[in-house]
Structure formats: C-alpha cells, structure tokens
C-alpha cells in the first residue's frame, strides 16, 4: 500500500509520542492485530489501537477508512478474522452487542435508535428493566446520572419533543445505566448544533474525570483537538498514525489525515498541453442539496480535451452533487457545454452525448446484483441496436458482447449469466468500466473509481481511464484518496462547502497543501497553492 | 449468502405448500375431521369428476389472469392489492358496453373485452397516479377495493337496475351476443380461458425478452440503478399498473360475460379472486407462465373447499383458512429462500 506501512507508527515532525497517560495497571481496552476482511476488501489491517480509563480518544479517518468496521466489531456485530481485544488486561471475546454491553462497552450511535412516542424513561427501562411500571423504577437513577454528568435529560419527556442533542443524552444514559466504562460516541456532533456539541464535550469531561474511557469518531479536526486527550488515525483500515492532541495543531491532523506516501510516483506522463481546447465548460453552476442546502455555490471550470482533471475534498463538500449535476442525475442552475454544445437532458440522453459516469455506489447505482454479467453490461443501451430489435431484446447479441467485454476487461466471473452480486467489487468495477466506455465517451465522469478495490484491480482502473484521454476524452476524478489524485490529474480542484477552489496545476500543490485547502483553510495562506490559477474558484 | 437458484426456489415453494397443508390438517383434526377424508374428498370431488375438474376451471380463469398480471407488478415492486376493485371495475365496463353501447354483433365480444380491460386499468392507475404523489400503492389499491364495491352495489340498485327484476338489485341480461361460449355443460368460458393462457406467455415473453421487461426488471429490483441509467421508475410503474389491472378487468368481463351474464352484486361477481391470486402470482415467484401451475393449484383448493362444506359439513370460511396458512407459509418461506439454516453456533 505505498509505503504506508512505514509510516506505522508515525512521529509527526519531531513530536515525541507520548502514550502514558495513566501508566497505572493496563489500559481499559486494547485492540491488537485486529484484521476484518470483506470479499475484495480489507476494512480493518493489523489495527492496534488502546485507550486508558479517564481518557478521550479520537478515531479520525475519511469515510470508509475502516471507522465503522472497527466500532462493529468492538460492539459485537462483527467478528474479526484476526486479533485480539482485551479490556482491563483480559481477554476478552464479543460475540454480541448484548454481551459487550456486559462486559461495559456502551455505544451511542450517530442516530439515536428510540421510540419516539414513548417517555425517556419507557426508552430506557426497555430490555434492561422487568415486572410492572419499569420506567417509574429507572427514573430514579436517570435522574441521578443526570445530576452526576451535567446531561439534563426529564425522564417523563415524550422522546418525540426532544431536539437531536437531547435524544443524544438519552443515548448515553442509555449506555451509562447499562455499566458501560468505554464508551463509543459514533460521529456525534453530526447532528449537533456547535452550542449542543459544546454541551456534549462538557459532559464527555465529567466522564472522563470519572475515569470512564471514550472513543470519540469524528472527521471535524477542530472538535478533535478541543476534546480528544489522543488521536489514532486510520487511514485505508490500518492504523497511520497516533498523537496526543497536546501540542497538534489543524494542520498536523490534516496532514496524517490524508496520509503521505514515501514512495509516491506519478503515472500520468505528459497530459494535454495548454493548447488543447475546452472540452467540457461548466459555468457559475448552483444546486441545492438534499436537505434543501446549498450543495453547490456557483462552481465554474474548464476541462480541457484529453485531461483528467482531479477534485478533492472532505465528503459531503458537493463533490457528488457536481457529478450527479454533470450526469444529469440532479437539478442546478448554470451552463454546462460540452464540446461546445449545451449539455441538457437526463441521463440517458447524456450518455448518448457521450458522458460516461463511474458511480459512487458501485451496487446501489452503478449495476443491478441480482441480473447477470450479461444484462448489467447492456443498462446503458438495451433499447437500442444492436441490442434490441424494436421491442424485442436481442439475446445473442446481448450475451455475444458481455463475453467480448468480459474478455477485454478481464472481469473475473464464473460465466456471462452469473449475478453481479456474486462478484467482488474489483470485477464489478471492471464491468462498469466496460460498459461505460464502450461508446467511446468524450467525458469520463469517475467517482471513487478504485475506492476498496486491491492494488491490481486500481492498476487496470487508471491505466484505462489513462488510455482513453490518449484519444480526447477528458476525465473528472472525484476522489479522496490523494495518492490517487496526484498521480493521475493533470490539475487538481478543491471542493469546500459546495465552492470550487482551483484547479491548479498538479505539479504546483502537494498533499500538505490540498489536505489544508479540503480542511476550509484559504488558499493565500498556503505555499505551493498561491501561484494556482485561482480566478475560477469562489473565494468568499 | 448465494444466489437463489432455481431448484432450491422450486423445492423451498413446494415444501411449504407441504408445510401449509399439514398445518391446515391439523385444523381439520380439531374440527373433528379425518385429515385423510378431507384431502381425500378435496381431490376425488375436483380432479376425479368432470363436474368437479369443471369447476377447478371456472376458477382457474380469472385466477390466471390476475395471477399472471399481479406477477409482473411484484417484479416491478408495484404492490397491487387492489386486483378485486380492478375486476370489479372491468365488470362495470364490460356490463356497461354490453348493455348499453350499440357495437354490432359479431364486435361485441372483443368490445366486452377491451372494455374490461380498460375498466381494470384505469382504476389501477388511479393508484399509479396517487403513488406519484408518495401515497403507498399497497393502501391506494386496497382502499379502492371498498369504492369499486360501492360503486358496483350503487349502479345495480340506482341506474342500471334491471327493468324486469322486481326486488333484486342487479341489472338485466345482456344481449346474447355478449354472452361467451363455454365448454358445453359447464361455466368454463372459454375465449377468456385462451386470453389468460395466451397472456400469461406473452407477459412471460414481455418480462424476459423485452426492452420493456429488462427496464421493468431494473427499476424493480434496483431503484437506484434505474435512476442511474435514466430509466423513468414513473413509466414503468403506469405501464405495469395499466396491465395488472387490465388483466384484473379482463377477469371481470370475463365472469360477468361468461357465467352471470349481468352485473350483480360484488360478492356474486368475485369469490375473493382478486386476493387468492396473490397467492398465485407468489406461489409462481414473479413468473408469468408460471402461474399456469399455480393458478389450476388455487382453483383446485377454492373449488374443493366448496365441496367441504357440502359434503363434510365444514365451515365456509374453510377456504380462507387454507389461502391463509398457504400464504403465511409461503411468506415465511422467504428467509429459507435466501439463506441456509445451520444448527449450533457459528
């Protein structure tokens, strides 16, 4: 993995690591080796990670970094295939969320899992308490740890009244009634107001000082330093680095973060030269997210023929907007020409104008799992010839070029007719690649391409997406992984709360500079970044 | 977890009509009967006798269609409870035409026809339409069900009440040349028997083989990729209503062409068909063609537990009590489906 191990465990710029926050007896969880795998993924790699009673550490990692994983198996929902846990010097073995709740491991979820016509109370006494009136017995002690933790939580209130932040209390006394002494707060402030997440850091102080321990999850760098006593992060499912928050700064986190790679080599040769016209032309484009939000805030670029243009950002910044927008999946204001004609329509009528899409959620979106290899290679054009005849779908043909685009993409599938849901994401990937750019495509719009997939399968990724900028397509590669990025853009663009800030040449930004600018930072105060062409980015 | 296959779908299907008729055995032991004399006279009182085999086929018919069309409508994830309301309604407008438009004689028929199925479609896409709007078709259609009731019961006691029926509420005879021909001594018309076989095929052949199939099929069974590729989920889901209840109509016409040759009350026009063959499109796991089995399979348990009731004495909500254990059985049998049980702990 790049040399990422090397890296394992990393001091940062002089810090000395200093893991001794209360050396007295063995710390109250300690995870070693911990390895889970899924079919063609390794969520978890060899992750060590302890925490000490009277202790706050921070889990930080990029979405699918292997946080969840991680947090499941210390819950019980998962079993590792490798590894050990041990709490306060036992072994232990967790076989189920009911069994880590005995033995003190307390979650409380990002979305509070309560039933909301009921009283906090009912909520609480439910499976912990029996015989009659369970909730009258439980009130007493909610009131209590309420007045022990500053979590002013009203037993009798209707859980449907409650803000998010107090459902948020509810969860805790939860896990604190149930005995828990490590407590996992799973990206708790994501439904916070920041008065409210104040609110959270004073309680997770008093039950620190209690000497409970807390695993707190969070990507906001800002409430890592302001609550976590360490910071492990995680970074592709194995553990890239841990620091104590005394003495980091925004800056250090981002940059561990997004990782720095030792032996980092750039694929893309030479790029199109500065005379290559516009391909694609996206002007002063604005559309509202899901919730009604601003995803995108007037973002314009060119992208020009036969490069790939990279787009990083911190998930959730509008970078997925900007390619549902562009795929004609989701409504914005603005102009988008390509090759010189206004791009317009949905999807269907997009691709025929030559706009391939690599999707996001490869199962969800990107291929039906229960239809075949074969018919999953004719969604984008079943309807038309030499698919079909009128009405009628020409089967042979169908299952004449899946066995051609199996054959050239090297999709490893025990036949053309066997689900897609039976494939690891590798040949899942591959099968989207060939179907998408089996019409040769002017515009590549790839999201993730080589998310999850193992170094081989990545390989053949970019060297195809490569390969087709050799004939004038241009490619737009959404991506969070920054190896990637920098070593397949030509120019590389920033996505910060629905803004574009770039792009800039590759060759005048680094991995330091990019984690800075994705973290909100701005762009004038970072060497490297400053010379970009920054004309066509909004800086507010 | 694996794919299905086939087999193991097959053999999972029949076993659980297996498990179902034990179950309703047992109700029949504390019903004080001999689960041997009831099973016994089920199959010697339909597939052993002519009269009984006759039966099994008058309601074989709109079991089919419905079947075949509810079948095509679970694929596409358009839950169709409403195939009642939608037969209901393919009555009134078959009635409606044979009674009161002037179509020369030898187009009657096939204008009974196309009548029913437009009766039936319309009222489904009443559903397809609210379902635009987020309001659940599983609600929509079943809601419908009570208004084609009333709607049938309004038009038999109000304006199409019979001229020459006296107190009775339903209309007057069609004209002879709406009458279907049937198989000579019996109620098995046949021209709608030919439809639902003819369809149930070519539904088969639209669900496989055709650019509106594999769309169906898509949106059915991955929403999200649909919505990828630029399928409308909203055409689909009109299309898919409009033949499901199309073919719910076309049952309609058929029974009130075929056998009662007027429009009478809803409980005379339909003996439940429209939720038996919920069970038929289930028990055929989304297959038209397969409903071929499957409906004769429910034709035989309606008609033999009519003869339970005259012969044995049981109660007439027998019936029920076998579509219910059957379909319970049927559902339950999902999970077996999809995974493989293991004893012990993994």
């Given at each position: 993995?790049?040399?990422?191990?090397?890296?394992?465990?990393?001091?940062?710029k002089?810090?000395?690591?200093?893991?001794?926050?209360?050396?007295?007896?063995?710390?109250?969880?300690r995870?070693?080796?911990?390895?889970?795998?899924?079919?063609?993924?390794?969520?978890?790699d060899?992750?060590d990670?302890?925490?000490?009673?009277g202790?706050?550490l921070?889990?930080?990692?990029?979405?699918?970094?292997?946080?969840?994983?991680?947090?499941?198996?210390?819950?019980?929902?998962y079993?590792?295939?490798?590894?050990?846990?041990?709490?306060a010097?036992q072994p232990?073995r967790i076989?189920?969320?009911?069994?880590?709740?005995?033995?003190?491991?307390?979650?409380?979820?990002?979305?509070?899992?309560?039933v909301?016509?009921?009283?906090?109370a009912?909520?609480l006494?439910?499976?912990?308490?029996?015989?009659?009136?369970p909730?009258?017995?439980?009130?007493?002690?909610?009131?209590?740890?309420s007045?022990?933790?500053?979590l002013?939580?009203?037993p009798?209130?209707?859980?449907s009244?409650?803000?998010?932040?107090?459902?948020?209390?509810?969860?805790?006394?939860?896990?604190?009634?149930?005995?828990?002494?490590?407590?996992?707060l799973?990206?708790?402030?994501?439904v916070?107001?920041?008065?409210?997440?104040e609110?959270l850091?004073r309680?997770?102080r008093?039950l620190?000082?209690?000497?409970r321990?807390?695993?707190f999850?969070s990507?906001?760098?800002?409430?890592?330093?302001?609550v976590?006593?360490?910071?492990?992060?995680?970074?592709?499912?194995k553990?890239?680095?841990?620091?104590?928050t005394?003495?980091?700064?925004?800056?250090?986190?981002?940059?561990?973060?997004?990782?720095?790679?030792?032996?980092?080599?750039?694929?893309?040769?030479g790029?199109?030269?500065a005379?290559a016209?516009?391909?694609?032309s996206?002007?002063?484009?604005?559309?509202?997210?899901a919730?009604?939000?601003?995803?995108?805030?007037?973002?314009?670029?060119?992208?020009?023929?036969?490069?790939?243009?990279g787009?990083?950002g911190?998930?959730g910044?509008?970078?997925?907007?900007?390619?549902?927008?562009?795929?004609?999946?989701?409504a914005a204001?603005?102009?988008v020409?390509?090759?010189?004609?206004?791009?317009?329509?949905?999807a269907a009528?997009?691709?025929?104008?030559?706009?391939?899409?690599?999707?996001?959620?490869?199962?969800?979106?990107?291929?039906?799992?229960?239809?075949t290899?074969?018919?999953?290679?004719?969604?984008?054009?079943f309807?038309?010839?030499p698919?079909?005849?009128?009405?009628?779908?020409?089967?042979?043909?169908?299952?004449?070029?899946?066995?051609?685009?199996v054959?050239?993409?090297?999709?490893?599938?025990?036949?053309?007719?066997?689900?897609?849901?039976?494939?690891?994401?590798?040949?899942?990937?591959?099968?989207?690649?060939?179907?998408?750019?089996?019409?040769?495509p002017?515009?590549?719009l790839?999201?993730?391409?080589?998310y999850?997939?193992?170094?081989?399968?990545?390989?053949?990724?970019?060297?195809?997406l490569?390969?087709?900028?050799?004939?004038?397509a241009?490619?737009?590669?959404?991506?969070?992984?920054?190896?990637?990025?920098?070593?397949?853009s030509?120019?590389?663009?920033v996505m910060v709360?629905?803004?574009?800030?770039?792009p800039?040449?590759?060759?005048e930004?680094?991995r330091?500079?990019?984690?800075l600018?994705?973290?909100?930072?701005?762009?004038?105060?970072?060497?490297?970044a400053?010379?970009?062409?920054?004309?066509?980015?909004?800086?507010a | 977890?694996?794919?299905?296959s086939?087999?193991?779908?097959?053999l999972?299907?029949?076993?659980?009509?297996?498990v179902?008729?034990l179950?309703?055995?047992?109700?029949?032991?504390?019903?004080?009967?001999?689960p041997?004399e009831?099973y016994?006279?089920?199959l010697?009182?339909?597939l052993?006798?002519?009269?009984?085999l006759?039966e099994?086929?008058?309601r074989?018919?709109?079991?089919?269609?419905?079947?075949?069309?509810l079948a095509?409508?679970?694929?596409?994830?358009?839950?169709n409870?409403?195939?009642?309301?939608?037969?209901?309604?393919g009555?009134v407008?078959?009635?409606?035409?044979a009674l009161?438009?002037?179509?020369?004689?030898?187009?009657?028929i096939?204008a009974v026809?196309v009548?029913?199925?437009?009766?039936g479609?319309l009222?489904?896409?009443?559903?397809?339409?609210?379902?635009?709007?987020?309001?659940?078709?599983?609600?929509?259609?079943?809601?419908?069900n009570y208004?084609?009731?009333?709607?049938?019961?309004?038009l038999?006691?109000?304006?199409w009440?019979?001229?020459?029926?006296?107190?009775?509420?339903?209309?007057?005879n069609?004209?002879?040349?709406?009458?279907?021909?049937?198989?000579?001594?019996?109620q098995?018309?046949?021209?709608t028997?030919?439809?639902g076989v003819?369809?149930?095929?070519?539904?088969?052949?639209?669900?496989t083989?055709s650019?509106f199939?594999?769309a169906?099929?898509v949106?059915?069974?991955n929403?999200?990729?649909?919505?990828?590729?630029?399928?409308?989920?909203?055409?689909?889901a009109t299309?898919?209503?409009?033949?499901?209840?199309g073919?719910?109509?076309?049952?309609?016409?058929?029974?009130?062409?075929?056998?009662?040759?007027?429009?009478?009350?809803?409980?005379?026009?339909?003996?439940?068909?429209?939720?038996?063959?919920v069970?038929?499109?289930w028990?055929?796991?989304g297959n038209?063609?397969?409903c071929?089995?499957?409906?004769?399979?429910m034709?035989v348990?309606?008609?033999?537990?009519?003869l339970?009731?005259?012969d044995?004495?049981l109660?007439?909500?027998?019936?029920?009590?076998?579509?219910?254990?059957i379909?319970?059985?049927?559902?339950?049998?999902?999970?077996?489906?999809r995974?493989?049980?293991?004893?012990?702990?993994?």
């Open positions: 993995m790049k040399g990422l191990a090397a890296l394992r465990p990393a001091p940062v002089g810090w000395t690591v200093n893991q001794t926050q209360s050396s007295a007896g063995p710390p109250a969880l995870l070693s080796g911990i390895t889970k795998r899924f079919p063609g993924v390794v969520a978890n060899a992750v990670l302890t925490v000490h009673a202790e706050v921070a889990l930080l990692g990029e979405n699918g970094a292997g946080k969840s994983t991680l947090i499941s198996i210390l819950y019980g929902l079993q590792p295939d490798e590894g050990a846990v041990e709490l010097g232990v076989g189920s969320p009911a069994q880590a709740r005995r033995l003190g491991i307390g979650l409380v979820p990002q979305h509070p899992l309560l909301s016509r009921h009283t906090v009912e909520n006494a439910l499976g912990r308490v029996g015989g009659l009136f909730a009258r017995r439980v009130a007493g002690q909610v009131r209590e740890l007045a022990r933790y500053g002013e939580v009203n009798e209130a209707r859980v009244d409650l803000s998010p932040g107090e459902k948020q209390r509810v969860e805790i006394v939860r896990a604190l009634l149930g005995g828990a002494r490590v407590l996992i799973d990206e708790p402030t994501s916070l107001t920041p008065q409210e997440a609110g850091f309680v997770m008093e620190k000082a209690d000497g321990s807390l695993i999850i990507h906001k760098l800002d409430e890592v330093l302001a976590a006593d360490r910071v492990t992060v995680l970074r592709r499912g553990v890239v680095g841990g620091v104590p005394r003495g980091a700064t925004r800056e250090s986190l981002a940059e561990l973060m997004v990782g720095r790679s030792v032996d980092f080599t750039r694929k893309r040769a790029g199109p030269g005379e016209g516009a391909l694609l996206v002007r002063d484009l604005s559309a509202q997210g919730r009604g939000l601003p995803a995108l805030r007037g973002v314009s670029f060119e992208l020009r023929r036969g490069e790939v243009l787009v990083a911190i998930a910044n509008g970078q997925s907007e900007l390619v549902e927008v562009l795929a004609g999946l989701h204001t603005g102009s020409t390509l090759d010189s004609q206004a791009l317009t329509g949905d009528a997009r691709f025929r104008s030559g706009v391939a899409h690599i999707p996001e959620d490869r199962i969800h979106s990107g291929t039906v799992p229960s239809m290899v074969a018919e999953n290679l004719a969604l984008r054009d309807e038309r010839p698919l079909a005849r009128g009405l009628a779908r020409d089967l042979t043909a169908t299952d004449e070029r899946a066995r051609r685009e054959e050239a993409y090297g999709v490893a599938t025990p036949g053309i007719h066997t689900p897609t849901r039976l494939l690891s994401g590798g040949n899942i990937q591959k099968l989207i690649l060939a179907r998408e750019l089996a019409g040769q002017k515009l590549i790839a999201v993730h391409p080589t999850g997939l193992d170094i081989g399968a990545t390989d053949q990724v970019h060297r195809v490569l390969d087709r900028t050799g004939d004038g241009g490619v737009l590669l959404v991506s969070e992984d920054l190896d990637e990025l920098l070593s397949l030509d120019r590389v663009a709360g629905g803004s574009l800030l770039g800039f040449p590759v060759a930004v680094t330091e500079s990019l984690g600018l994705m973290g909100g930072a701005h762009p004038h105060s970072i060497p490297g400053d010379q970009g062409p920054t004309q066509n980015g909004v800086m | 977890m694996t794919a299905p086939a087999a193991r779908t097959a999972v299907t029949v076993a659980s009509v297996v179902a008729l179950i309703c055995a047992l109700v029949f032991v504390f019903a004080g009967q001999s041997a009831v016994g006279t089920m010697r009182g339909t052993g006798d002519p009269t009984g006759a099994v086929g008058r074989t018919i709109p079991l089919l269609l419905i079947g075949t069309g095509l409508a679970f694929r596409a994830q358009f839950f409870i409403g195939a009642e309301g939608q037969l209901l309604l009555a407008f078959a009635a409606g035409t009161f438009l002037p179509v020369p004689g030898a187009l009657l096939p026809f009548a029913g199925f437009v009766g479609g009222w489904a896409l009443v559903a397809a339409a609210l379902r635009r709007v987020n309001v659940n078709e599983i609600l929509s259609t079943l809601m419908l208004i084609a009731v009333a709607l049938v019961t309004y038999i006691a109000g304006p009440k019979g001229k020459d029926v006296r107190g009775y509420i339903y209309t007057d069609f004209p002879q040349g709406a009458w279907l021909p049937t198989f000579s001594g019996t098995v018309h046949w021209p028997l030919l439809l003819a369809l149930a095929l070519g539904l088969q052949w639209l669900l083989r650019t199939g594999y169906l099929r949106v059915g069974e929403p999200g990729a649909a919505h990828y590729a630029g399928l409308s989920s909203t055409r689909v299309l898919v209503a409009l033949l499901t209840g073919l719910a109509g076309l049952a309609g016409a058929g029974e009130v062409a075929g056998i009662h040759h007027r429009l009478l009350e809803a409980s005379q026009i339909s003996l439940g068909y429209g939720f038996t063959a069970i038929v499109a028990l055929a796991r038209p063609a397969l071929l089995i499957t409906a004769p399979l034709g348990i309606l008609a033999g537990g009519d339970l009731k005259i044995l004495n109660p007439f909500r027998v019936v029920d009590i076998f579509s219910g254990v379909l319970l059985c049927l559902i339950a049998s999902e999970v077996f489906v995974h493989r049980v293991q004893w012990g702990r993994a």
